[in-house]
């Protein structure tokens, strides 16, 4: 098997994102969060993807040790997915999942992405609500994080560490 080796920043804060998540949802066993699961679409023109962070509702068997999610046999999709952009990833990441996540019905796609200007780190939040079948930019707020409707969190980057927020 290949091993796909990720940055340490990266796995970082995926885990973050990860702890974060499944505490927010501990009182909700209806929601499963998965990393770096592989998962395989329903839809001919779409490849399996392993996303950082999978936020999946009404999941069978949450706690089944799986391989990989089945789209088709699981009867349920990802709400929202969630990637830490790499350098190596970063055209698959910011372009080409846009697509194939909106062809898949995901219904809210997000990627934290960053990179260095004239010495300074830049963090980007950048995310896509699915609006008739074809995504659509979500806008920042006045901190530059961003409201995910099917999760009911907004989130954002500080000083390179990422944060959610119940917006109840």
Not at 61 to 81: H, M, N, S, W, Y
Request: proline content about 7%; aromatic content about 10%; overall charge negative.
């Amino acid at each position: 098997g290949y091993v796909m080796p990720i940055r340490t920043l990266h796995d970082l804060i995926t885990d973050d994102l990860c702890d974060m998540l499944r505490a927010h949802y501990e009182t909700q066993p209806e929601i499963t969060v998965f990393h770096d699961l592989i998962f395989q679409w329903d839809h001919p023109d779409v490849n399996p993807y392993a996303p950082d962070v999978a936020i999946v509702p009404h999941v069978r068997d949450p706690k089944a040790d799986r391989g990989q999610f089945i789209v088709a046999q699981e009867g349920t999709r990802p709400l929202c997915i969630i990637e830490i952009v790499s350098p190596s990833s970063r055209e698959g990441d910011r372009v080409k999942k846009v697509n194939d996540y909106a062809l898949v019905g995901v219904q809210e796609y997000i990627y934290i992405d960053h990179w260095t200007r004239k010495g300074q780190t830049v963090w980007e939040v950048t995310g896509y609500r699915l609006h008739e079948n074809r995504y659509l930019p979500m806008l920042p707020d006045e901190d530059g994080a961003l409201y995910c409707e099917t999760l009911g969190l907004r989130i954002g980057v500080e000083d390179g560490q990422v944060w959610l927020e119940d917006s109840n």
